[in-house]
Every structure is written in C-alpha cells, then in structure tokens.
C-alpha cells in the first residue's frame, strides 16, 4: 500500500510570493495534519483536518491556510513568504476514527527555501 | 499547555553498545506519548506509543520506552545499537481526548560509531 505522498519533494520561492504544497493520505485515512519543521528542530503542529473540516490550528499566522478535499487529499498554502517560513512541511495522515491515541503516518515532506 | 524536553541534544555511542534516550513532558491534562524516528531527507517514522496499561512499551527494531508518571518522563532504550540506527529521535505528547496535536521535542541526534 503506497504510505502518505507529498508534492513537490523541494521549492524555492522569493519573499513575498506564495506557495502551494500537497498531501495525498494513505487510502482510507480521513484525517490530515500538516507540521513545518525548522532546520534542528521538531516539528510543529499547523492544521488539521478531519472530513473537509478544521479541527484544530497551532500557532501560525493568517498566512498560513489549508483545505481537504472529498477525496481526502490537502493543501497547505502559505502567502507573503518570509525568509522564516524556510523549512520542512511534513502532512501526516491518520483514520480521524479515534483521533488522539491513533498513530499518525508521516510523508517525506515538502522542503521549501524562501530566498 | 503540554511540553517536552529531549535532554540530550546528541547521543554518541559505540556499535553493540546499550543507548537511553531521554525525554520529560510536562501537562497538566492526560496524554498519550509517542516516540519517532526520523532518517536523513524522510519523514518520520513512529517506534512505539504509550496509551495506557503497561507502562513497558515495545515497538520496532528493538526499541522499548517506560512511562513513569511520577518523573513525568518517557525515556527510550536500545539494548544493542546498530550503525542504521543512527538517526534523530523524537519524543512526542498528544493531549488524550484531543485532536490531532502532537508536540514534539526538539529532538536527539544518535550517532553510532563502528
């Protein structure tokens, strides 16, 4: 079974622009979360999103969006990039059944630079 | 508010050598913990999740982590390390009962010399 896909594997952007990246859930998963994880440090939760709906948002600014689609897959978007949003953007996805105690399932993560 | 602190930044330690990461969290509501491992240039990988019940967890590739309450720590081991293992480690909590929310510790570097 194919675990959770991310596109694109890497981007380069300039401050000021915006960005798209995407997460296709392992099948069957309804629950999707994204983290950004700076350079030497953990990851930090940005959304989630459960049946097409925000169930949770961590500390990140307006900038920051996201939406699910009926075919579970997401998007996180990020305007007005800053030099502070560089970073590793992992989607994780999960049944959504259980929610807390349910093992989340990590993509390989989206690598953005912002020069 | 729910923390976690990884106590080693970097964990050097010999092939076949014993090794004990260690993390503290710090919650004021019940949480469920959790340990990854992240290899180079992937994402992350979960070893093993304490829920509840016994407090020796087992997971993957021979690696076990004890819950202790009172100490509020999840210290993960390894009785025997192999090169692959080198890798960065994550501790993690997630408030029970919550949504999707995991927070993670700044993470251990664990390097395996032959």
Redesign the interface.
């Known amino acids: 079974d194919a675990g959770?896909t991310q596109s694109p594997t890497h981007l380069i952007k300039t401050r000021g622009q915006h960005v798209t990246l995407r997460c296709s859930p392992i099948s069957g998963h309804k629950?999707v979360?994204w983290?950004q994880q700076v350079l030497?440090?953990?990851?930090?939760?940005i959304f989630?999103y459960?049946e097409k709906e925000e169930?949770?948002r961590?500390n990140f600014p307006d900038r920051f969006s996201a939406r699910q689609f009926p075919n579970y897959s997401s998007e996180l978007n990020v305007n007005a990039l800053l030099l502070g949003d560089s970073a590793l953007y992992?989607c994780?996805s999960?049944h959504g059944t259980s929610?807390?105690?349910?093992?989340?399932?990590?993509?390989?993560?989206t690598r953005l630079l912002v020069l | 508010a729910q923390s976690v602190t990884q106590l080693d930044s970097q964990v050097p330690v010999f092939e076949e050598a014993p090794v004990e990461l260690r993390c503290n969290y710090s919650s004021s509501v019940s949480v469920y913990l959790f340990w990854y491992v992240q290899y180079p240039n992937q994402g992350l990988q979960l070893l093993l999740k304490y829920l509840s019940g016994s407090t020796l967890v087992k997971g993957i590739n021979g690696f076990e982590a004890e819950f202790n309450k009172s100490q509020t720590s999840f210290h993960l081991r390894k009785p025997s390390v192999h090169i692959s293992d080198t890798a960065e480690y994550f501790c993690a909590v997630i408030r029970s009962g919550g949504y999707n929310k995991l927070i993670f510790g700044a993470g251990t570097r664990l390097a395996v010399h032959p």
Do not use: D, I, K, N
Request: proline share 7%; charged share 5%; no cysteine.
């Open positions: 959770v629950s979360s983290y030497g440090q953990g990851p930090q939760f989630q459960y169930r949770g961590g992992l994780a999960s929610t807390a105690q349910e093992t989340q399932y990590f993509g390989p993560g």
